[in-house]
């Protein structure tokens, strides 16, 4: 799905609103979108990638996080991807598991981050279409979930 189309879709954020569409939020940093509750407070990254590249998944990441820093808060981090033969869902949750890993040891598990959910651009719009919220229970099920606690 191309980011315009993805940034025109109806998305479900009853109680929230967007904050940004695709505009500067931090030096270097342009989230496809950024969704705050009534009081401005950061709740949700949502990032579209079209390409398969591993590196794009691994930037959202870090750059989520980076501003989930910057802006004292702890969202959770959507990232909606278009499946290829060579590229699942599930492995690229499973790729981004080792460096949130990673990072978890090097923010003394603390990360920022609230979530990270991978699903697909099918996934998302079925979600849509079934009036489902972001970040709903329902909404959820549909992607895979990196786990952000570290590993015992």
């Not at 799905?1 to 940093?29: N, Q, W």
């Not at 401005?40 to 079209?50: A, D, G, N, T």
């Not at 590196?55 to 290829?84: H, R, T, W």
């Not at 920022?112 to 279409?129: F, H, P, R």
Request: with cysteine.
């Amino acid at each position: 799905m191309k980011d315009s189309d993805f940034k025109r879709l109806p998305h479900k954020i009853e109680g929230l609103k967007i904050a940004s569409c695709g505009t500067l939020v931090s030096p270097g940093y342009k989230p496809d979108m950024t969704v705050v509750d009534t009081n401005s407070h950061l709740k949700f990254i949502i990032e579209s990638e079209q390409k398969t590249d591993r590196k794009a998944f691994l930037g959202d990441v870090l750059k989520a996080q980076k501003y989930s820093e910057e802006c004292n808060a702890v969202p959770i981090l959507v990232i909606v991807m278009k499946p290829q033969s060579n590229t699942t869902v599930k492995q690229i949750a499973d790729h981004l598991q080792l460096y949130v890993n990673w990072l978890n040891k090097r923010f003394n598990g603390g990360m920022d981050l609230s979530g990270i959910l991978v699903i697909s651009d099918d996934e998302y719009q079925a979600s849509i279409d079934a009036d489902e919220l972001l970040g709903s229970e329902a909404f959820l099920k549909r992607g895979m979930s990196v786990q952000l606690c570290a590993p015992t």
